[in-house]
């Protein structure tokens, strides 16, 4: 059965498959997180770049990242001291580092290079122009139903309810953009979290969308976020296991060696790129979101979800707001907010979907 169409990278091994990551245009962000490691402060560095409206391309199978905006470039790479600013050497006292599956630059290198070479100014940011959603195929995943009706809140709004409004929203918006979806539930029934994982990695879908609602016995919680699989997910685990179970095929690549032991070393390749690639379509849908609804953006976050452990494809699980927040159980009630927060998703997989290079893989 098919899997994947997916990754923005592409896989071959020697005799199997080349792995070449695509690039990610980011659109500007109001704040940047900070990370405390080994008492030095380290910032993200695709939010930098957010906020100063520079290109960025990243090779995941060689941690290294090229950044460009008006004719200047800076290469680093991760566990270096060592970055190249316009083909010049310059040494940190401090190496560029991997924290949460994302690359992280420290607080001298944001001062001494990234400011000085990418200034603040008034007008950094060039908003992408607006194209088609460049995916064939979306599973979209409402959580809970039938029986099962997730989170409840103070006013009676059940979770189950507002996952199904949106999945069916964002689907009918896909659709129209001429992209496939497949739903894993249509209605209100139970689904069990095995079932929807087969659903996804039969389907030969390029993304997996996880709708939730939130809750939390703190009803002044309110918010919207977005997890992916987390980095203690083993992904050689995850692999063996599934070369275990079924056998592997890319479209246009040859394998010469059908060992289970070099299945499984394929499969890890292609979950460990998932879940960078996960990281950036939730990167993508948070940034979209704080600029079209009126929403506390909590972040993205790694998680041991099931649901997003079995799907073989990039995937995410957002949850679009607290039921048990009473002013959000008051928006989540309203087919309009719906239907905004479907907009949303939509924008954040469009924006997504710009750069990604699609490579078909296969299971049988």
Same mark, same amino acid.
């Given at each position: #059965?098919?899997?994947?169409?997916?990754?923005?990278?592409?896989?071959?091994?020697?005799?199997?498959?080349?792995?070449?990551?695509?690039?990610?245009?980011?659109?500007?962000?109001?704040?940047?997180?900070?990370?405390?490691?080994?008492?030095?402060?380290?910032?993200?560095?695709?939010?930098?770049?957010?906020?100063?409206?520079?290109?960025?391309?990243?090779?995941?199978?060689?941690?290294?990242?090229?950044?460009?905006? &008006?004719?200047?470039?800076?290469?680093?790479?991760?566990?270096?001291?060592?970055?190249?600013?316009?083909?010049?050497?310059?040494?940190?006292?401090?190496?560029?580092?991997?924290?949460?599956?994302?690359?992280?630059?420290?607080? !001298?290198?944001?001062?001494?290079?990234?400011?000085?070479?990418?200034? !603040?100014?008034? =007008?950094?940011?060039?908003?992408?122009?607006?194209? $088609?959603?460049?995916?064939?195929? +979306?599973?979209?995943?409402?959580?809970?139903?039938?029986?099962?009706?997730?989170?409840?809140? $103070?006013?009676?709004?059940?979770?189950?309810?507002?996952?199904? &409004?949106?999945?069916?929203?964002?689907?009918?918006?896909?659709?129209?953009?001429?992209?496939?979806? +497949?739903?894993?539930?249509?209605?209100?029934?139970? %689904?069990?979290?095995?079932?929807?994982?087969?659903?996804?990695?039969?389907?030969?879908?390029?993304?997996?969308? =996880? %709708?939730?609602?939130?809750?939390?016995?703190?009803?002044?919680?309110?918010?919207?976020?977005?997890?992916?699989?987390?980095?203690? +997910?083993?992904?050689?685990?995850?692999?063996?296991?599934?070369?275990?179970?079924?056998?592997?095929?890319?479209?246009?690549?040859?394998?010469?060696?059908?060992?289970?032991?070099?299945?499984?070393?394929?499969?890890?390749?292609?979950?460990?790129?998932?879940?960078?690639?996960?990281?950036?379509?939730?990167?993508?849908?948070?940034?979209? #979101?704080?600029?079209?609804?009126?929403?506390?953006?909590?972040?993205?976050?790694?998680?041991?979800?099931?649901?997003? $452990?079995?799907?073989?494809?990039?995937?995410?699980?957002?949850?679009?707001?607290?039921?048990?927040?009473?002013?959000?159980?008051?928006?989540?009630?309203?087919?309009?907010?719906?239907?905004?927060?479907?907009?949303?998703?939509?924008?954040?997989?469009?924006?997504? =979907?710009?750069? #990604?290079?699609?490579?078909?893989?296969?299971?049988?």
């Amino acid at each position: #059965m098919k899997t994947n169409k997916y990754l923005k990278t592409f896989f071959t091994c020697a005799t199997l498959l080349i792995l070449i990551s695509g690039c990610a245009t980011v659109p500007p962000a109001s704040t940047i997180p900070a990370y405390s490691i080994n008492g030095l402060t380290y910032y993200p560095l695709i939010s930098l770049c957010e906020l100063r409206g520079v290109d960025m391309q990243y090779d995941t199978l060689i941690s290294t990242a090229y950044l460009n905006k &008006d004719a200047k470039r800076l290469n680093l790479r991760a566990g270096d001291t060592l970055v190249l600013v316009n083909d010049s050497p310059m040494h940190l006292s401090s190496p560029i580092d991997i924290y949460q599956g994302t690359i992280v630059v420290p607080r !001298q290198f944001k001062e001494q290079v990234f400011d000085i070479l990418f200034p !603040q100014s008034v =007008s950094t940011y060039r908003q992408p122009i607006r194209g $088609k959603v460049k995916l064939s195929k +979306v599973v979209i995943d409402a959580g809970h139903g039938g029986n099962d009706p997730g989170a409840i809140g $103070k006013n009676g709004l059940r979770e189950k309810d507002v996952n199904l &409004d949106i999945a069916r929203k964002l689907s009918d918006l896909l659709r129209a953009e001429g992209v496939r979806t +497949v739903l894993t539930r249509s209605n209100d029934r139970f %689904i069990p979290l095995s079932t929807r994982v087969s659903i996804a990695n039969k389907s030969g879908a390029d993304l997996f969308v =996880s %709708i939730h609602s939130n809750a939390n016995r703190s009803r002044s919680l309110c918010g919207f976020e977005v997890y992916y699989v987390a980095p203690s +997910v083993s992904d050689s685990k995850r692999a063996y296991m599934t070369a275990k179970s079924s056998s592997l095929n890319l479209k246009n690549a040859v394998i010469t060696n059908s060992s289970q032991d070099l299945q499984a070393i394929i499969w890890d390749m292609i979950y460990t790129n998932s879940r960078a690639e996960s990281i950036e379509l939730a990167h993508s849908l948070c940034k979209v #979101m704080d600029s079209s609804v009126d929403a506390n953006i909590l972040g993205i976050k790694g998680a041991r979800f099931q649901v997003l $452990k079995g799907v073989r494809t990039p995937g995410v699980l957002i949850e679009v707001g607290f039921v048990s927040n009473l002013n959000e159980e008051k928006l989540l009630r309203t087919s309009a907010y719906r239907q905004k927060l479907a907009e949303g998703i939509l924008e954040g997989l469009r924006n997504y =979907s710009q750069n #990604m290079a699609l490579v078909e893989v296969s299971a049988r």
